[in-house]
């Protein structure tokens, strides 16, 4: 079976020349923890269809491409709800939800009711 991080590997140089990004990574700049550094669940590869908890190769700087210190693993989960924002897209986004659940009910993903009191 191919080692995780040579299959990151490749799927990286393919990604980095759609994207047109730089690529200058090596097997050993992939470091794979145990869980994701950002939720601490635990990684796993899944058989099939990734899931959440499938380790997941991001460019923490987007732009800057994959080339070491720009990327690390993290849980599918994490890096899809990154996606490509910024960090400041990131602290508004949060910002957003922490407001809004503190003054409305929110029943699956939709906001149901003003609560008069939402202290």
């Given at each position: ?12 140089r ?14 050993e700049?992939?470091?794979?923890p ?5 939720l ?11 899931g ?6 991001d460019?923490?700087?987007p732009?800057?491409g994959?080339v070491?210190g720009n ?12 996606a490509?924002?910024?960090i ?32």
């Open positions: 079976m191919e080692d995780i991080r040579s299959r990151m590997l490749r799927g990286a393919l990604r980095a020349r759609k994207a047109g990004v730089p690529f200058n990574l090596k097997r700049d992939i470091q794979v145990t869980h994701c550094p950002i601490g669940i635990p990684l796993l590869r899944s058989p099939g269809r990734a959440d908890n499938n380790p997941s190769l460019r923490i700087v732009a800057d994959y070491p990327v690390v693993v993290v849980s599918l989960r994490a890096n899809r709800a990154k490509d924002l910024s400041e897209e990131l602290r508004a986004v949060a910002d957003f939800y922490a407001v809004s659940l503190k003054t409305s009910r929110v029943r699956h993903g939709r906001r149901t009711r003003t609560l008069k009191d939402p202290a």
